[in-house]
């Protein structure tokens, strides 16, 4: 039977690599750290062979020997282990192997090191069940993360051919590239939702933001008709079901229950809410909540919520009944990370922005987050200045929507597209 390398033999292999072949640094630097790196003479050495080949150094042995030399660390590292890693491997073939197997073993170590600390957090009588949970959570998920295998480099060419074939296989359908709303003029304009993008949805309170995007869930994960124009022909296309799920961090199930009834049958909301309906529309609600089994969209209406339980809470999700789309009410009911206290709000609000950009990209879904506006905004038409902190928002969101009614009124309401994702 053949005896495998241990764990320092894989880590030596992969030092000796970046010895033999200067080519591998690049490689072996876009899958490993330090930090992967058990035996610490071979992790310094890694770092040594990483900072001589970004200064432009040659990194062949008789080279790297001089400038340990010259820095006054070959003692410690050791000539013995240089010229013992120059004669380890015959090639650089395997190097992709042993970083695979350095990459697995650190990964356990992390798995074993974050035990204690999740069994301290466990014992921490100071904090309630939740919010130990979100903070075991929050450790469990730096690991998945470190998991996620490196990005792959594409080659243009490749997705663009990649991106004709879905427009060809799309033409004469109606299907487009985005995730449609349902809301006619605002699929035009904007294209509905792309995979990957943070979406805001901005207005003052009570301006029907919650309603707005409890529609948008509905639609998307109840699929719908829509017409389209295509090289003179107009036909019906259709858009399936999406699974959607809608996290509420303002208003009960059984609120929006009630906002979903009203929006479906046009029933007014507060004859639902005070039981105040005829048999008629008794029936109507009925008919319209029995429909509602069918669909794709799901709610979840947490007591509080931080970005690391929504992240996880999507996770499972996708997993357990795939993701087409998120939509949060609302941001700045987003609670700080285990109680973290930011001096200003302005930054709580750009991490959590960042955060859930960060979501959409891992998922390959759009993330629609509903905002406040500024009481400033009353009144005259938003802008981007009138968005709470906008700034940090602006930096990281792909699109802004503001949703705009006249002092007074109570029906009609303007969608404001204040910044788009533009293509080309």
Known sequence: MTEQPTEPEHEAAVVAGMILDASQIDAVVGHLSPADFQHDRLRELFCFLIDAHDAGHPTDAQSILMQLREAGVLKRIGAGLVGRLTTAIGSTANVPYHMAKVRHAAI???????????????????????????????????????????????????????????????????????????????????????????????????????????????????????????????????????????????????????????????????????YRVTAEQRRQLRDAAESMQTTKTRLWQPHRATVSSIRATARLHQRQHGLGCLIIDYMQLVDSERGEKHDKETYRIGDICRAFKSLAMELEIPVVVLCQLNREAEGSLPTLSQLADSGKIEQHADTITAIHRQRGETDDAKLVLCQALILG
């Open 108 to 274: 356990l170590r992390r798995i074993r090191q974050v035990v204690p600390t999740i069994e301290a957090i466990a014992d921490d009588d100071t904090q309630t069940p939740t919010e130990i949970l979100d903070r075991i959570d929050a450790e469990l998920i730096q690991i998945r993360q470190y998991d996620q295998p490196p990005a792959a480099v594409s080659h243009l060419g490749d997705d663009a051919l990649r991106l004709c074939d879905e427009i060809d296989a799309a033409a004469g359908t109606g299907e487009t590239r985005g995730l449609r709303t349902g809301l006619e003029c605002y699929d035009q304009i904007n294209g509905g939702f792309q995979d990957g993008t943070l979406n805001i949805i901005a207005a003052r309170p009570s301006n029907g933001k919650s309603v707005l995007g409890l529609q948008w869930a509905q639609s998307i994960g109840t699929g719908f008709d829509y017409s389209v124009s295509d090289e003179g022909n107009c036909f019906v296309a259709q858009q399936p079901p999406k699974s959607t799920l809608f996290i509420s961090l303002e208003m009960t199930r059984a609120e929006l229950s009630a906002r979903a009834l009203a929006s479906t049958t046009r029933i007014d909301g507060r004859r639902i809410n005070s």
